[in-house]
């Protein structure tokens, strides 16, 4: 049994390839088009196949090659903003590419997948906390692009028996508490990053995307999940598949918000560093607030977080952010 990981080189990818190995899972062969990820993000152990998971030739090969009985598929495009500029690029990469792997994978007899999809699918929600049963309405391409994944894989495994376990993340954040790896992508725009860059001064400044929310402080809440807790999630989820369990889909959060000013005071407080913030418009895209009713996961697998503090996140995303900075300069 092996684990076929797509995205495997990218940010949390390359933290579910390290919760594979240190939990022992035997083979881990990753699929990367090395677009945004890396392929130093990966432990020699590895097989990476360099490719697009949209190939079915290639991803036939592999999983024939490592007998492959799941599938972590985390390969996509992901930045909101520009899934509103590119939506029919967002829709091929993570829609049409997406019914290419999961063909070949039902063809090949391939048991189980376990997606990363996203809280976007519920857009504006009309309930918060929100729970998974809440009817989905994203209101922009990239949540839409995932949702439409996700009902592909239902519909494939009533039709074709295989299990699939599709996780909903919040907003990911921080990095692999050994420091072996963290978000490596050089313009990336997710908050803790930015903010990060900003504390550290390999950026000028930060942009507060609306200030006008109907928010306690007028700005956005997220739910910020640590990295490493999210791919002990996959790894609870692949065991509960590989146990025989059943298909599920599930919220990965804290069920807390914080709010883009409340995490920019955590990161000068945690770095000890003062940087401009400016106030800007409104994103394209931007629901208010999206904080995970986050009990089922729980209660359906058992998963426990370990790194459920705001401080201790933006402290590993800082230290990450410093291990690049350094390394960028060498
Ligand atoms: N945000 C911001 N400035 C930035 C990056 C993000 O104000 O430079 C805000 C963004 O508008 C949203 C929140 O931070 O309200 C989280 O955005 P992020 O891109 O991190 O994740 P998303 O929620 O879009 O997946």
């Known amino acids: ?131 998974e049963d809440l009817p989905t309405n994203p209101i922009n391409p990239y949540g839409r692009s995932k949702l439409m994944t996700e009902w592909m894989l239902a519909d494939a495994a009533k039709a074709h028996g295989l299990t699939y376990v599709a996780l909903r993340y919040f907003n990911v954040a921080g990095a692999d508490p050994r420091g072996r790896s963290g978000q490596s992508t050089p313009n990336a725009t997710h908050l803790i990053k930015v903010a990060t860059q900003a504390a550290l001064g390999t950026r000028s400044h930060l942009e507060v995307f609306g200030t006008d929310y109907p928010t306690p402080d007028g700005s956005c809440l997220r739910d910020y999940i640590q990295v490493s807790d999210l791919a002990d999630a996959h790894l609870v989820a692949l065991n509960h598949l590989r146990g025989g369990g059943e298909s599920l889909t599930l919220n990965c959060g804290y069920g807390r918000g914080y709010s883009v000013l409340e995490v920019i005071q955590v990161v000068k407080e945690v770095s000890g560093r003062d940087f401009e913030v400016r106030l800007s418009p409104r994103r394209p895209g931007d629901p208010s607030q999206i904080i995970a009713q986050a009990d089922r996961i729980r209660e359906r697998l058992g998963w426990r977080p370990k790194h459920d503090d705001l401080r201790g996140i933006v402290s590993q995303a800082l230290a990450w952010e410093d291990a690049l900075a350094r390394r960028n300069q060498i």
Not at 103 to 108: D, H
Request: hydrophobic share 45%; net charge negative; glycine share 10%.
């Open 1 to 131: 049994m092996a684990v076929l990981v797509t995205g495997g080189a990218g940010y949390i990818g390359s933290h579910m390839v390290l919760a594979l190995l240190d939990a022992g899972h035997g083979e881990v062969v990753v699929i990367d088009d090395l677009s945004t990820g890396f392929a130093w993000a990966l432990p020699p152990d590895v097989t990476l196949v360099r490719g697009d998971m949209g190939d079915q030739a290639l991803v036939t090969e592999t999983i024939r090659r490592h007998g492959i009985d799941a599938i972590a598929h985390f390969a996509a495009k992901i930045v909101v903003p520009d899934s509103v500029s590119d939506p029919l690029g967002y829709y091929l990469n993570n829609t049409v590419k997406s019914r290419a792997l999961i063909e070949a994978a039902v063809r090949e007899g391939v048991r189980h997948v376990i997606f990363s999809s996203t809280a976007a699918v519920y857009g504006e929600p009309a309930q918060v906390p929100v729970p």
